[in-house]
């Protein structure tokens, strides 16, 4: 039995919801879920809409195409239709830090991630051992000031090569060019160690342990060409206080960094997520 994710932003107007799921019932779907938002402000309706298909004989290209032309236009329709037994692809990027990758590749390898992972790339030869342990491929595509344009030739080669769906930083310290961010806009997902935009630079636990905090965040969002500006997916805080060392405060961050970038992917990959006007609206 095919199961389908559709997923809808436009105008707010009446008569959505009904003729969205009367669609859904000619193709012979049966509804699993359905969730749906509006954004007074901005007169903007927000649905995601799951359902099985009952006819083994259905095609999802056909219900694609037939949507397109009975629904979307005359309602003039932002959307996408997914097909949830084909995995995204995601490629993860990093650099020398450890904890989010290992993460990553543990929920992935116990099956908690509904992805693919065809590699990993890295400006470093650091972190290759984790990858060939997880039987990935690990591909060092260095990446400076002085060879960017190389850099992100290799990385778009490999990128279109494998079809990626959505690409993942699990703490890779360079700046995604503006190139890579059209091709995949809204799909490039980054972890922040903070509550964005407190504590930039290099080493924001030290600034925010010497400002006495009593909580510090992490947040996940899709990469802009205004740094760390992008959508926001996920959030999450834990409390410090006098007692807690800057050792204890790295440790705490990247707890929250692993668990908050894990969550992110998963809505992301369960396609939970829907962008519009730099925000996101989140079905849980």
């Given at each position: 039995m095919q199961k389908i994710t559709l997923l809808i932003h436009c105008k707010d107007q009446k008569g959505i919801i009904a003729t969205v799921t009367n669609f859904i019932l000619k193709v012979e779907g049966n509804i699993t879920y359905l969730d749906q938002h509006v954004d007074v402000e901005q007169n903007v309706f927000f649905m995601r809409l799951e359902s099985e298909l009952t006819n083994p004989s259905s095609s999802v290209e056909a219900i694609i195409a037939d949507f397109q032309q009975t629904i979307a236009t005359d309602f003039?329709?932002?959307?996408?239709?997914?097909?949830?037994?084909?995995?995204?692809?995601?490629?993860?990027?990093?650099?020398?830090?450890?904890?989010?990758?290992?993460?990553?590749?543990?929920?992935?390898?116990?099956?908690?991630?509904?992805?693919?992972?065809p590699f990993i790339i890295s400006n470093h030869m650091d972190l290759k051992p984790i990858a060939d342990q997880f039987n990935i491929p690990f591909y060092h595509v260095p990446?400076?000031?002085?060879?960017?344009?190389?850099?992100?030739?290799?990385?778009?080669?490999?990128?279109?090569?494998?079809?990626?769906?959505?690409?993942?930083?699990?703490?890779?310290?360079?700046?995604?060019?503006?190139?890579?961010?059209?091709?995949?806009?809204?799909?490039?997902?980054?972890?922040?160690?903070?509550?964005?935009?407190?504590?930039?630079?290099?080493?924001?636990?030290?600034?925010?342990?010497?400002?006495?905090?009593?909580?510090?965040?992490?947040?996940?969002?899709?990469?802009?060409?205004?740094?760390?500006?992008?959508?926001?997916?996920?959030?999450?805080?834990?409390?410090?206080?006098?007692?807690?060392s800057v050792d204890d405060f790295i440790m705490k961050g990247k707890d929250l960094e692993r668990t908050v970038l894990a969550r992110a992917i998963k809505l992301h990959a369960e396609r939970k997520v829907m962008v519009y006007s730099n925000k996101t609206v989140v079905f849980y």
């Amino acid at each position: 039995m095919q199961k389908i994710t559709l997923l809808i932003h436009c105008k707010d107007q009446k008569g959505i919801i009904a003729t969205v799921t009367n669609f859904i019932l000619k193709v012979e779907g049966n509804i699993t879920y359905l969730d749906q938002h509006v954004d007074v402000e901005q007169n903007v309706f927000f649905m995601r809409l799951e359902s099985e298909l009952t006819n083994p004989s259905s095609s999802v290209e056909a219900i694609i195409a037939d949507f397109q032309q009975t629904i979307a236009t005359d309602f003039d329709m932002s959307w996408d239709l997914y097909n949830k037994e084909v995995k995204p692809k995601m490629a993860l990027f990093v650099s020398k830090y450890n904890h989010c990758l290992y993460d990553i590749l543990g929920r992935y390898s116990a099956g908690e991630l509904n992805v693919e992972i065809p590699f990993i790339i890295s400006n470093h030869m650091d972190l290759k051992p984790i990858a060939d342990q997880f039987n990935i491929p690990f591909y060092h595509v260095p990446f400076t000031k002085d060879n960017k344009a190389e850099g992100e030739k290799q990385q778009i080669e490999l990128l279109q090569k494998h079809e990626i769906n959505f690409i993942v930083l699990a703490r890779y310290m360079q700046i995604i060019t503006p190139d890579l961010i059209s091709l995949y806009e809204n799909k490039i997902i980054n972890i922040h160690h903070s509550f964005l935009p407190a504590f930039p630079g290099a080493k924001p636990y030290h600034s925010a342990f010497k400002r006495g905090v009593k909580i510090i965040g992490a947040t996940s969002h899709y990469v802009t060409e205004e740094l760390d500006e992008g959508p926001i997916i996920e959030q999450d805080i834990t409390r410090v206080s006098h007692i807690n060392s800057v050792d204890d405060f790295i440790m705490k961050g990247k707890d929250l960094e692993r668990t908050v970038l894990a969550r992110a992917i998963k809505l992301h990959a369960e396609r939970k997520v829907m962008v519009y006007s730099n925000k996101t609206v989140v079905f849980y």
